[in-house]
């Protein structure tokens, strides 16, 4: 019997697990899946926590309700890959062997990096959305926050969503409207970035909506420390910044086993050809979605077109064929902004986010890079389709894997 072993079940662990048992003969291939968690969580839910606009129960569910018949669930931590010896240990001391090793264990948070960020004022008046308890704690903080100087922070790039942190001002701005206090806090953006987000033309369009909801931006800050006594962050060329709210974006590494496996680059990425997906070290492991070193966003829309590609790839690679399918570096995101209107950009290694139409040319329903209604109900619908259709290896109609360039304006 061959074994295809999959470290993590989140986003693209799962949906790997779903594709192969599919394609892959039972009879010949046996299919573990190992992860150290017992929920998983729908990340992009992690925005809307905060705001009371989701609860808890919206956006955790059992691990175990999305591994498929005839997969192996392993829960246990994964102390170590050996990839010469083909080889991961486990918490317990015990190894499981592989033919074929598929990491997909993401990147979490790391607030150590920067020097008293996880102070004493972490949890009180530092917190951050980008995991689960740190958002429903910034929920409580919320609820009854008197007002004051609002600073939404990232630490530096890549960050998974990099959208996530804009997402978070508009609805913040939202959300202290509708509690009629929003001329009680000041907000404040503060981004590594030279602008509000990483491509010409969608910073053009998020600049142009931070204006216009009264949103201070602060680009180019370099954060060197969080001063927990004067409350405020300090940059590298001495800017300070004073805060009664913190709300930041820590450093996002790959997972530690990463790093102790020495696979990793310097923040425990994995170097995988952007193409194949394939580790550029070692032919039998592959690597999907945060893990990765690709250079496309980290998110769960890339995880899913990754997903289609790197399955017709691992089959090829199995029977000895050259893997011909590329992934493109497709990307796709929903923008909340406030107020029931979202934005919508696509793009992929080579396009940048422009307008257009989307997902059929021409006809959409859905519009890039324009703010509407429509756009934030396709932003909800996104948690039925997450748990109901991506989950389970499901096609989204009109959806495709790679990036289609008819529909949208490049001139
Ligand atoms: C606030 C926020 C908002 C977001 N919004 C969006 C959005 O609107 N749209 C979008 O497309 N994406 C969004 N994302 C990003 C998206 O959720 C991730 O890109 C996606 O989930 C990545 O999938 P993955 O499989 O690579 O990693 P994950 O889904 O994070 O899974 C990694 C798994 O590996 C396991 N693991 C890691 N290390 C170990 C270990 N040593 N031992 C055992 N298990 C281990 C973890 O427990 C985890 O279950 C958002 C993310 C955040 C944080």
Redesign the pocket.
């Known amino acids: 019997m061959k074994r295809l072993l999959i470290?993590?079940?989140?986003?693209?662990?799962t949906i790997m697990a779903q594709h192969l048992r599919k394609e892959l003969d039972k009879g010949k291939w046996n299919i573990t899946v190992?992860?150290?968690?017992t929920d998983?969580y729908y990340?992009?839910g992690?925005?809307f926590l905060p705001f009371d606009q989701y609860k808890p129960e919206d956006i955790v569910k059992p691990?175990t309700d999305f591994i498929p018949k005839g997969v192996d669930f392993v829960n246990?931590?994964?102390?170590n890959i050996l990839p010469e010896e083909h080889k991961v240990i486990l918490a317990d001391g015990n190894a499981l062997e592989y033919d074929i090793l598929i990491v997909?264990?993401?990147?979490?948070i790391s607030p150590e990096e920067i020097e008293g960020m996880k102070g004493k004022e972490w949890g009180e008046s530092v917190f951050t959305?980008?995991t689960f308890e740190g958002?429903k704690a910034l929920r409580d903080k919320l609820r009854n926050w008197k007002g004051g100087r609002l600073v939404v922070h990232i630490t530096e790039m890549p960050i998974?969503?990099p959208v996530?942190p804009l997402e978070f001002v508009f609805l913040a701005d939202s959300f202290f409207k509708e509690k009629n206090m929003r001329e009680k806090v000041d907000i404040t953006y503060v981004t590594p970035l030279s602008g509000a987000f990483t491509k010409p033309k969608a910073t053009a369009a998020l600049e142009y909506l931070l204006k216009e909801k009264n949103i201070r931006i602060e680009p180019d800050f370099a954060i060197e420390s969080v001063d927990n006594e004067a409350k405020t962050i300090i940059d590298y060329g001495g800017k300070i910044i004073p805060f009664d709210l913190l709300v930041t974006v820590p450093t996002n590494k790959g997972?530690?086993?990463i790093e102790k496996s020495g696979m990793g680059d310097e923040l425990n990425f994995i170097p995988t050809d952007k193409g194949t997906l394939q580790s550029k070290k070692y032919p039998d492991v592959f690597v999907?979605?945060?893990?990765t070193n690709v250079p496309t966003s980290?998110?769960?829309?890339?995880?899913h077109f990754e997903a289609e590609i790197l399955a017709e790839n691992i089959l090829s690679y199995i029977k000895g064929q050259k893997m011909t399918e590329e992934f493109d570096g497709h990307a796709?995101?929903?923008i909340e902004t406030g107020g029931g209107k979202a934005l919508l950009i696509d793009f992929n290694y080579d396009h940048e986010p422009v307008t257009g139409t989307f997902p059929i040319a021409g006809l959409g329903p859905l519009r890039l890079l324009k703010e509407s209604r429509f756009n934030h109900l396709g932003?909800l619908a996104?948690k039925w389709v997450y748990w109901n259709m991506l989950l389970k290896g499901r096609p989204i109609p009109f959806v495709t894997a790679r990036m289609n360039v008819a529909g949208k304006d490049y001139n």
């Open positions: 470290l993590g079940a989140g986003t693209g662990g190992v992860d150290e968690r998983h990340q992009p992690f925005l691990i246990s931590r994964i102390e997909a264990t993401g990147s979490e959305f980008y958002a998974k969503c996530a997972s530690d086993v999907i979605g945060d893990a980290k998110a769960g829309s890339v995880v796709n995101c929903f932003k996104f």
